[in-house]
């Protein structure tokens, strides 16, 4: 078995786990070969937790993060801004303010599990934010999307213990 089989196959239990535990059938769309899972949302709107699921040549515009990100390529390739290529086992800590566009590269679907504390702003030109991504947003997605597709949404808020 090679490791591109091992984290292929690493990847797909994760991503049955997953739909498993957000109670779904299948991933949330969100646009041309752009694909969500959520595994928890924060307390008090800090941010999410999730799977994201991209085509091979699908690109995330120009963002721009308010809080800190990170990013664990679990399958596929990605090609940041600054010419990195990220590969399967690569993670990527991104700082709160932290700007840059990214996009799936190679042959096979990109599969990353991301980390957002804040929210995300895609930007338009001179930085102007065109949409702004957060929280509440991620959920009010997940719920539409369970609507849709006829499951209860589950319960995947972050809870301390004792609380």
Known sequence: MTM???????ADVIVAQTLERAGLPDWIPEGEGK???????LPDDAG??????????????LHRHTGEV??????GERRLNDGRVVRPGDYIPEPAGNVDWWEA??????????VVKGS???????HAVLQRITTADRRADY????????????DLCYRRAGT
């Open 35 to 41: 694909w969500s899972l959520p595994i928890q949302f």
């Open 4 to 10: 591109t089989t091992t984290n292929n196959h690493l």
């Open 143 to 154: 719920r539409r999307w369970c609507e849709a597709v006829g499951v209860p949404p589950r």
């Open 70 to 75: 990170h990013a664990l390529t679990l399958a």
């Open 48 to 61: 999410w937790v999730e799977l994201m699921r991209l085509s091979p040549g699908t690109r995330l515009g």
């Open 105 to 114: 590269t190679g042959t096979e679907e990109l599969l990353v599990h991301v």
């Open 120 to 126: 995300v702003e895609y930007l338009g030109p001179h």
